[in-house]
């Protein structure tokens, strides 16, 4: 009789928050934060999760069987709302961990280039109309010397 190797229990990781929502329009802040959370997720549904990642009030093998849905070959999996469903382990931890800071790291700077760009544009603009107005400038002055002659 072939014993089953040990295994990590397996979750369903929620998705980063917010993501596939940032906009220029949130970045620059003319659109109200949280207007994609009307809606709640579907990994959230399930409630709270009790130890080792298994949603309270459920024994071990109706939480695996729930986590495992889908996959094939009991491999990592994405779910449809982004949630991940995968082996809960130190190392799978570290790895959404990993993802969650990166997501912040890359809104962050999108943000911060999203207002670069809005700033050089603006001093384009600025310049643009300087140089307007000191060409209006020029002629007028060029037309009042024409006058005198």
Same mark, same amino acid.
């Given at each position: 009789?072939? $014993? $089953?190797?040990?295994?990590?229990?397996?979750?369903?990781?929620? =998705? &980063?928050?917010?993501? @596939?929502?940032?906009?220029? %329009?949130? =970045?620059?802040?003319?659109?109200?934060?949280? /207007?994609?959370?009307?809606?709640?997720? %579907?990994?959230?549904? @399930?409630?709270?999760?009790?130890?080792?990642?298994?949603?309270?009030?459920? @024994?071990?093998?109706? /939480?695996?069987?729930?986590?495992?849905?889908?996959? /094939?070959?009991?491999? !990592?999996?994405?779910?449809? !709302?982004?949630?991940?469903?995968?082996?809960?382990?130190?190392?799978?931890? %570290?790895?959404? &961990?990993?993802?969650?800071?990166?997501?912040?790291?890359?809104?962050?700077?999108? %943000?911060?280039?999203?207002?670069?760009? &809005?700033?050089?544009?603006?001093?384009?603009?600025?310049? $643009? $109309?300087?140089?307007?107005?000191?060409?209006?400038?020029?002629?007028?002055?060029?037309?009042?010397? !024409?006058?005198?002659?």
């Amino acid at each position: 009789m072939l $014993e $089953e190797p040990l295994r990590f229990p397996s979750r369903k990781w929620p =998705a &980063v928050q917010g993501f @596939g929502h940032l906009t220029v %329009a949130k =970045a620059l802040g003319l659109e109200p934060e949280g /207007a994609e959370d009307a809606e709640p997720a %579907a990994g959230e549904e @399930g409630g709270k999760k009790g130890k080792k990642g298994s949603p309270k009030g459920k @024994g071990k093998g109706e /939480a695996a069987a729930e986590g495992e849905g889908g996959e /094939a070959g009991g491999g !990592d999996t994405t779910t449809a !709302d982004c949630a991940v469903v995968s082996l809960v382990s130190t190392a799978h931890r %570290a790895f959404i &961990v990993a993802r969650d800071s990166a997501h912040e790291t890359l809104s962050t700077a999108f %943000a911060q280039q999203v207002r670069d760009v &809005v700033r050089d544009y603006d001093a384009m603009q600025g310049d $643009e $109309e300087a140089w307007g107005q000191n060409w209006l400038r020029m002629v007028e002055s060029l037309r009042s010397d !024409d006058t005198m002659l």
